[in-house]
């Protein structure tokens, strides 16, 4: 019995986490390019937590802080992680491959934004609110397996969009925890 309500009170306190390996996010950075800022955490960028996202009226910083730190966050441009390295190039309209790894699982649904900076200058909400990427067949979301690990799945960027800066912008929605879990990764299309 003992046994039992251990593994139970451990089970509650896990949380989901999550980051985007390819492309590689800003925070993962360093498990790629030892020129990059390490960051230990880079799995829980979840929003400052469930509280904080409702203290914040469910507002999180564009690429995973709490939406209430100061600006620049740390995680994007200007921050300590948001460098603006260019970690891949993609051609337009490309479909292309995506890992995101899992280390807990509150199943629930991936999307995914771009922010293209050549047009808007700098992230904002309402760069990453202009263009909202499909799955490969056709799916504004992606619903997450159960399991844990890496979780692959193709996206399809728009034709007729260049840039030799955008931002791919991941939010994992959890759909047992209410918390969100961002990331961002710097790209270029051509």
Not at 61 to 74: E, H, K, L, Q, S
Request: glycine share 10%.
């Amino acid at each position: 019995m003992f046994k039992f309500v251990l593994v139970l009170c451990f089970l509650v306190a896990v949380h989901g986490h999550g980051m985007v390996m390819d492309p590689v996010n800003r925070a993962s950075r360093w498990r790629v390019d030892s020129s990059a800022p390490a960051n230990y955490d880079d799995n829980q960028l979840w929003c400052g937590g469930a509280g904080a996202l409702v203290s914040n009226g469910r507002k999180c910083g564009m690429c995973g802080d709490n939406f209430a730190n100061p600006t620049p966050r740390m995680h994007e441009l200007g921050g300590r992680y948001g460098q603006g390295v260019i970690v891949k190039s993609y051609r337009q309209g490309a479909n292309i491959p995506i890992t995101v790894r899992i280390s807990a699982n509150h199943r629930g649904y991936f999307q995914f934004r771009m922010c293209n900076l050549d047009r808007y200058g700098s992230e904002s909400d309402a760069c990453y609110d202009n263009i909202l990427l499909l799955t490969s067949t056709g799916e504004d979301r992606h619903p997450i397996a159960s399991h844990l690990g890496n979780h692959e799945l193709v996206l399809r960027l728009p034709s007729g969009v260049t840039c030799k800066h955008c931002v791919l912008q991941w939010t994992y929605y959890a759909a047992n925890t209410g918390e969100n879990y961002r990331t961002c990764s710097d790209i270029s299309i051509n």
